[in-house]
């Protein structure tokens, strides 16, 4: 019998499916939804890393971007055929960056209730789904703290405020780092108490779903994100600023676990999944360590180490506005 999505009713059911089936099914809740960043194009889904991740390269591995063409003064047309001009190359940059090998289990009462649905697979790709998108937001932050954490003397991304929290203030600090530049600082990245503050002064535009795919906030023409992982901080974001790719592990991506003698004999069944990821910040390299052969957890993200500037920083769309200290 060949086992399809329909066939699942059980728990053997499951474990006899392809392991594409139910990949592409949580790839299928995945995609479906969405968080905050993705929403904002701050983070974005690179085909070229996740090809990258499906051929198999190493941890610490290479995502490429296309560069801008450099200018030089356009031709002048003339009609001398000896007269050839030099066309622009189209080229690519490389930054270092480095993948995780990441994991999560779903066993007891969870499973229980799961296979009960309808459509098991529908209930138990979506609980996974929704745990990737939590774990993606959070390798964000993860990255983003240990770029803010190294940035600390150079601060070349970063601006403290000489007062309390204002938005003039925050424009101003875009304009400072970013110059002519500031329009790439697309979204703001604030705090809950922070973003009452904006409401309480009557500064947050709505855009409606009408307009968009979903309703948003905005002020001063910038998106608002609200974390409270942004803490103290005002953090510019831009488009793109960070790519992401992921893909099921080549080995056992989908694993069922049958531990007979748990719960005194009653036994317990858990299912593993196994995935690799991708989440870099262009316009830099990582060049932090690691303990694990799996790649950095998130508390080695967060070190001050783990990234380094690789392009001119008024062209990376980040900007973190820190209060007076």
Known sequence: MAYTRSSVLTLEDFA????????????????????PFRAAGVLTSSPLISRSLTAG????????????????????????PTDSA?????DTKLWDAVRTHRNVGVSGMNLVTDFAAVDPLAVLSGRVANYKNTDEVNHLFAVLNGIVAGDATAKKFTHEMTGGFDIKEVLKA???KKGDNAG???TLGMSSAHYLELQLANLVDTVPASEANTAFQTVAGR?????????????????????????PQARKSVEVESAASAGNGSGQETI????KSIVHPMGFDYTG??????????????????????TDEKKIPLVVIKPAA
């Open 57 to 80: 390269e190493g941890i610490r591995t290479e995502v490429q971007s296309w560069n801008d063409l450099e200018y030089v003064e356009s031709n002048i047309s003339n009609d001398d």
């Open 16 to 35: 006899k499916l392809p392991t594409s089936t139910v990949w592409g099914a949580i790839d299928e809740a995945y995609n479906a939804g969405t968080n």
């Open 223 to 247: 998106r608002i994100v609200v974390d409270d992982r942004f803490g103290a901080n005002i953090v510019g974001l831009g488009a793109g600023l960070f790519h992401f790719g992921t893909a």
């Open 174 to 176: 875009v304009q400072a």
């Open 289 to 310: 360590t690691f303990a694990a052969k799996g790649g950095p957890s998130f508390a080695e993200l967060n070190a001050a180490s783990a990234y380094a500037t690789a």
């Open 86 to 90: 030099t066309p622009l190359k189209m």
């Open 184 to 186: 790439i600082v697309t």
């Open 272 to 275: 593993w999944f196994r995935w």
